[in-house]
């Protein structure tokens, strides 16, 4: 009698994880670089001991992102870099850790460190940090990443590609983390004075939203009929052997 509310709750799980996962794509819809995420179901099979028919629930088992590239967009700030390529810019977090992105839209900190937008050093390929003078006039950032101050080299961003995306977890503010290091990078090339968009389709991001918020209205009405159903009987047999 409650295999229709276990099926029924774990469907209100996944459909919970999916509808964060969808608000979250639609409230990243202006952030450089960012990439989609999408929600992956499989069907679970419950095979209990005493039931005479298998219990089908849906099992939820992760995320992966839409890999596909947004559209480069000319700003014309210096600090500004698109990714044309597979590959991601290496920045290192404030607790030392190597992480990974493609939101390009840097800028200098105090210390004259070019800095992502959370604050997050760029790194080189070696993780250490690319130091800007304050005297600088004119900084150029090459296709291979070399950084140059009036002329003058003062660093590379460092450009990793990795053999499978959907390895790297994402950590929020565009950044991931990988389980292995990347490979420098042979098939990325860097845009300055641009930065690549986000990759989410708004619309599509909606529509999803709605039809997510339907079903879970849908499957929360088939329990509660569910619960009215067993109090109905529990209450009629209490009173035919009352």
Not at 40 to 52: A, T
Not at 159 to 174: A, I, K, T, Y
Not at 217 to 238: C, D, F, G, H, Y
């Amino acid at each position: 009698m409650e295999s229709s509310l276990y099926v029924g709750l774990s469907r209100q799980i996944v459909l919970s994880n999916a509808m964060t996962m969808v608000a979250n794509n639609v409230a990243n819809a202006n952030t450089a670089g960012y990439r989609a995420q999408n929600p992956m179901f499989q069907e679970y099979i419950s095979k209990e001991r005493y039931d005479k028919d298998d219990l089908s629930m849906v099992y939820d088992m992760g995320q992966y992102d839409t890999t596909s590239p947004g559209t480069i967009q000319l700003t014309g700030n210096p600090y500004d870099v698109a990714l044309n390529g597979p590959g991601f810019m290496a920045v290192t977090s404030p607790s030392g850790e190597m992480q990974y992105t493609r939101s390009g839209n840097f800028t200098v900190n105090n210390n004259n460190e070019l800095v992502t937008s959370s604050g997050y050093k760029v790194s080189g390929p070696g993780g250490d940090a690319i130091a800007i003078p304050t005297s600088a006039r004119e900084v150029k950032i090459t296709d291979q990443g070399e950084v140059t101050a009036d002329g003058n080299t003062v660093g590379r961003i460092g450009v990793f590609e990795f053999d499978n995306l959907q390895e790297l977890r994402p950590e929020g503010n565009g950044l991931y983390s990988a389980k292995t290091p990347g490979r420098p990078a042979t098939e990325t090339k860097m845009i300055q004075g641009s930065l690549e968009g986000s990759n989410v389709n708004a619309i599509q991001e909606t529509t999803r939203m709605i039809e997510i918020l339907r079903t879970y209205q849908s499957t929360m009405r088939m329990i509660q009929n569910e619960q009215e159903r067993q109090v109905s009987a529990i209450t009629t047999l209490a009173k035919i052997n009352g």
